[in-house]
């Protein structure tokens, strides 16, 4: 197909990158976005190989690289600090890194630059009120008083999706798995990889620039706890004071802003039916949300802009287009998502314990395949 009119609601990591990759095929392509600022929490993520190809295969490699830190190396700390393992991780492009730690903002940065240097309109503070699938075309009411008829609807909203209820209501909500992440980032001083810290409290550390790392911690927190603002950087100190490693240690006590504290409860959700309906499809987090166990949630959400992008403009009708995108997307994303719950649900002692060096390497291949 050609010439397709495309609305993308969320800007987000998959509705930017489906921005992108869209308007490279010749679409033209509005963004709405809710947060009138744009904003994006402070602390970063970890990407794998497919990321960085995905990111070659976008021509932003180069922006994406100088706005991160890439590493070969996964090092295992035992909890008492010392180091146990260097495990190198394959490299899916010649003389690229296998891995890449970056500042969500950076990241935003790159693709939010390029969405809007490749002809994407981006508007702000606006959200889709009212979809009206005709069958010749979406007719779209927004919140701030306009509307727009388009040939394709693409729900990027992330985990709590509005497109994905007004689609599917009947669709499963998200599950609160029972473990939440504390974010905090600090100087990077020598760490120049993942540093794993091995016991009952799940620790790690992950450069993100010449200049920053940050730190994750991953612990139960049954029933969903609030924790009020004032109070995240003395929680967030009193979930490390069982980590003996000196490192760690010395880390958490600097530990003193609660502004720079990022907390989030983790949930999942995947939809098993289809990803799409008449000429609204769903992307991202939307349709297949993960806990960040494997660090891939956002890597499948850049890959799933990719390919729908690619199937858009092969395929003479959307149907054809859509069921060759789900078809493409489904086991990948879903062995992420089922995977990384496993491995979530096994330190919880919800579920059997999983071996994270093994699941990683089995990810490791996983994700080399292919789009
Ligand atoms: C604690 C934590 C750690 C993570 N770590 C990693 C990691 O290390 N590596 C990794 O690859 N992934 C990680 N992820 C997952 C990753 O953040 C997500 O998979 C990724 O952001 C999904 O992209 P998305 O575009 O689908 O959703 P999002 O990035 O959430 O974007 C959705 C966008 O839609 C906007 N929006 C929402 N509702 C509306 C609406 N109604 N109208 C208009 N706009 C709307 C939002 O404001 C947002 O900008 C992590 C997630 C969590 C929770």
Not at 252 to 273: H, K, M, S
Request: aromatic fraction near 8%; hydrophobic fraction near 40%.
């Amino acid at each position: 197909m050609k010439n397709l009119n495309i609305l993308v609601i969320g800007g987000g990591i998959g509705g930017l990158t489906a921005a992108i990759a869209a308007t490279r095929r010749g679409f033209s392509v509005d963004v709405i976005e809710r947060d009138p600022k744009w904003a994006v929490y402070g602390v970063g993520i970890l990407q794998q190989g497919n990321v960085v190809r995905a990111m070659s295969d976008l021509g932003l490699v180069g922006d994406y690289l100088a706005a991160g830190f890439g590493f070969d190396h996964v090092e295992i700390f035992v909890p008492s600090g010392q180091s146990v393992a260097r495990i190198a991780t394959p490299r899916l492009v010649q003389g690229l890194p296998a891995n890449v730690g970056i500042g969500r903002r950076a990241l935003h940065k790159v693709l939010g630059d390029r969405a809007v240097a490749s002809g994407a309109r981006v508007r702000l503070g606006v959200t889709a009120e009212a979809l009206d699938d005709g069958g010749e075309g979406v007719d779209v009411r927004f919140s701030d008083g306009s509307a727009g008829r388009y040939d394709v609807v693409v729900g990027a909203d992330g985990l709590n999706s509005k497109t994905r209820e007004m689609l599917f209501p009947e669709a499963p909500a998200p599950e609160y798995t029972g473990q939440s992440v504390w974010r905090h980032n600090f100087p990077r001083g020598e760490v120049n990889c993942l540093c794993v810290y091995e016991g009952p409290t799940g620790v790690g550390l992950i450069p993100l620039s010449e200049r920053l790392m940050y730190m994750y911690v991953t612990t139960p927190e049954p029933g969903n706890p609030w924790y009020p603002r004032g109070d995240l950087a003395a929680a967030m100190r009193d979930k490390l004071k069982s980590v003996p490693a000196p490192a760690i240690r010395g880390l958490a006590e600097q530990i003193t802003d609660d502004e720079e504290v990022v907390y989030r409860p983790l949930e999942c959700v995947f939809l098993q039916g289809p990803w799409h309906k008449g000429r609204i499809v769903l992307l991202g987090d939307a349709v297949h949300a993960t806990t960040p166990h494997l660090g891939q949630g956002g890597g499948m959400a850049i890959e799933d802009a990719i390919v729908l992008a690619e199937e858009l403009a092969r395929a003479n009708d959307l149907e054809a287009a859509f069921g060759a995108y789900r078809t493409r997307r489904f086991e990948r994303c879903r062995y992420i998502v089922e995977a990384s719950r496993a491995i979530c649900f096994g330190q919880l002692g919800k579920g059997p314990l999983i071996e994270n060096s093994k699941a990683t390497r089995e990810m490791f291949i996983k994700v080399a395949e292919p789009i």
